[in-house]
């Protein structure tokens, strides 16, 4: 009789110092008063110690969270530490403090942005949303696929939700390997018909198509569409060479995912979890272009995106997208359902993932706002009732673990100290 596979219990937690200030930083130069805005006078420091509860799980050695309320910073702060201070990492290791000025991999939030490059397309007449793909790549129409839009694809509706397979890492970092999988493979569902998360696949269509129609890299779109105009540091895909050695390093924490839930990451991930975190610090993966999964910014820059969302298309006088544009890419396009990859009800609009009530992915009563998960952690959102935007960055990846309640109290915590208005409503 075969043996049953041995269980790995261990609970991987960062370590937490006595003195929550010696691993704190704070951008004071930025934050404005709360009271100055008609907030609580404490609306600052009640959501910041329930950051603070969040760190002290353990779930990740480092988080940096940026608030904005009517376009002003409210808080703008990290604790922990982007390197040396993970589970694996010993007593003896060097650490490095994160700070408000460090770039964390959004991972899926990235899926936004990559859906804005391609709303601004449209917004410039270059496509239209309601084309086959394969009006703009012909050899996408192969196998059943020729009547894939880009909205579907836009809202995980275009039946290629993973790679098929046992699907090498490496293959992430060869993006026309990639696309030939993509362009032969065969649908899951017709164009359309069923709604299913797609965690890698569609980001690689939509930067192919923009750099078809632009007929240059994305990255350099983006360079030219969002990150000058906004005078981002990061806020692109991977990082320069140069800045290598500034990224936070992402770290397994918590305990190991066992089954089902180590099927149900497969299923969605398209492998395991823990190899979805050794590649994310392959240098590799700073190089490459990873369209819904490798972009790096700090929460500061993350936040403005979403504010510049939430405003508009305009901020601080730099018009980028026109109202209308941005309307296009986050009201929901269809009844929430349950999703065939998450397995769990979802909300989408073309590009975010859309809030609920009573309880949503960015906190209680969130039904107007639209931002984006990534790995599991990590989310950037606006909300248009309460006048806000948000990014919550975080370098532990954990599946199973103590964190999930602290988590979403932080988010709880900055719906609470927002008023609702009712201009949304």
């Given at each position: 009789m075969?043996a049953?596979?041995?269980l790995?219990?261990?609970?991987h937690?960062?370590?937490?110092p006595?003195?929550?200030?010696?691993?704190?930083?704070?951008d004071?130069?930025r934050?404005v008063?709360?009271?100055d805005?008609?907030?609580a006078s404490d609306?600052?420091?009640?959501?910041?110690?329930?950051t603070e509860?969040?760190?002290?799980?353990?779930?990740s050695p480092?988080?940096?969270?940026c608030v904005?309320?009517?376009?002003q910073?409210v808080l703008n702060?990290?604790?922990?530490?982007?390197r040396?201070?993970?589970?694996q990492?010993?007593?003896y290791?060097?650490?490095?403090?994160?700070?408000?000025?460090t770039?964390?991999?959004?991972?899926s939030?990235?899926?936004a942005?990559?859906a804005?490059?391609?709303?601004w397309?449209a917004q410039?007449?270059?496509l239209?949303?309601l084309?086959?793909?394969?009006?703009?790549?012909?050899?996408?129409?192969?196998n059943g696929k020729?009547?894939?839009t880009?909205?579907?694809?836009?809202?995980?509706?275009g039946g290629?939700p993973r790679?098929?397979?046992?699907v090498?890492p490496a293959?992430?970092?060869?993006?026309?390997?990639?696309?030939?999988m993509?362009?032969n493979?065969?649908p899951?569902?017709p164009?359309?018909?069923r709604?299913?998360?797609?965690?890698?696949t569609?980001g690689?269509i939509?930067?192919e198509?923009?750099?078809r129609?632009?007929?240059?890299?994305?990255?350099d779109?983006?360079?030219d569409?969002?990150c000058?105009?906004?005078?981002?540091?990061?806020?692109?895909f991977?990082?320069?060479p140069?800045?290598?050695d500034?990224?936070?390093?992402?770290y397994l924490?918590?305990?190991?995912?066992?089954?089902?839930?180590?099927?149900?990451?497969?299923?969605?991930?398209?492998?395991?979890?823990?190899t979805?975190i050794?590649?994310s610090?392959?240098?590799?993966?700073?190089?490459a272009?990873?369209p819904?999964?490798?972009m790096?910014a700090?929460?500061?820059?993350a936040?403005?995106?979403?504010?510049?969302?939430?405003?508009g298309?305009?901020?601080?006088?730099?018009?980028?997208?026109?109202p209308?544009?941005?309307?296009?890419?986050?009201?929901?396009?269809?009844?929430?359902?349950?999703?065939?990859?998450?397995?769990?009800?979802m909300?989408?609009?073309m590009?975010?993932?859309?809030?609920s009530r009573?309880?949503?992915?960015?906190?209680?009563?969130?039904?107007?706002?639209f931002g984006?998960?990534?790995f599991?952690?990590?989310?950037?959102w606006a909300?248009p009732?309460?006048?806000?935007?948000?990014?919550?960055?975080?370098?532990g990846k954990?599946?199973?673990g103590?964190?999930?309640?602290?988590?979403?109290?932080v988010?709880?915590e900055i719906?609470?100290q927002?008023?609702?208005?009712?201009?949304?409503?």
């Amino acid at each position: 009789m075969a043996a049953l596979p041995r269980l790995d219990l261990t609970v991987h937690r960062s370590r937490i110092p006595a003195n929550l200030g010696s691993v704190t930083t704070r951008d004071a130069s930025r934050e404005v008063r709360a009271d100055d805005l008609g907030l609580a006078s404490d609306a600052a420091e009640r959501i910041w110690a329930r950051t603070e509860a969040l760190y002290r799980t353990g779930t990740s050695p480092g988080i940096s969270l940026c608030v904005r309320y009517r376009g002003q910073v409210v808080l703008n702060r990290a604790i922990g530490h982007a390197r040396g201070n993970g589970p694996q990492d010993s007593d003896y290791s060097e650490k490095e403090l994160l700070t408000p000025d460090t770039p964390v991999c959004l991972f899926s939030a990235s899926k936004a942005v990559t859906a804005m490059l391609v709303h601004w397309l449209a917004q410039e007449g270059r496509l239209n949303l309601l084309d086959p793909v394969a009006h703009y790549i012909p050899e996408f129409a192969a196998n059943g696929k020729r009547n894939v839009t880009i909205q579907h694809l836009l809202s995980h509706r275009g039946g290629v939700p993973r790679l098929e397979g046992d699907v090498d890492p490496a293959l992430l970092f060869d993006h026309a390997a990639v696309m030939d999988m993509l362009c032969n493979a065969q649908p899951v569902s017709p164009g359309g018909r069923r709604q299913a998360y797609h965690a890698i696949t569609a980001g690689f269509i939509l930067a192919e198509l923009v750099e078809r129609v632009e007929g240059r890299s994305v990255r350099d779109v983006l360079d030219d569409v969002i990150c000058k105009p906004l005078g981002m540091r990061y806020f692109n895909f991977g990082v320069r060479p140069s800045d290598r050695d500034k990224v936070a390093l992402n770290y397994l924490t918590g305990m190991k995912p066992m089954f089902p839930l180590d099927r149900y990451m497969k299923h969605v991930l398209g492998g395991s979890f823990e190899t979805a975190i050794e590649v994310s610090n392959d240098p590799r993966w700073l190089d490459a272009v990873i369209p819904a999964g490798n972009m790096y910014a700090t929460a500061e820059e993350a936040c403005r995106f979403f504010e510049l969302l939430r405003q508009g298309g305009s901020l601080d006088g730099t018009q980028i997208f026109d109202p209308l544009t941005v309307h296009r890419a986050v009201v929901e396009c269809g009844k929430p359902e349950i999703d065939a990859t998450l397995m769990m009800p979802m909300r989408y609009s073309m590009g975010m993932m859309l809030g609920s009530r009573p309880f949503g992915l960015m906190g209680p009563s969130t039904e107007q706002a639209f931002g984006h998960l990534g790995f599991v952690s990590v989310i950037a959102w606006a909300d248009p009732e309460r006048e806000l935007s948000a990014a919550l960055l975080t370098n532990g990846k954990t599946l199973i673990g103590n964190h999930f309640v602290p988590w979403y109290q932080v988010l709880s915590e900055i719906a609470r100290q927002f008023p609702q208005t009712s201009l949304h409503k």
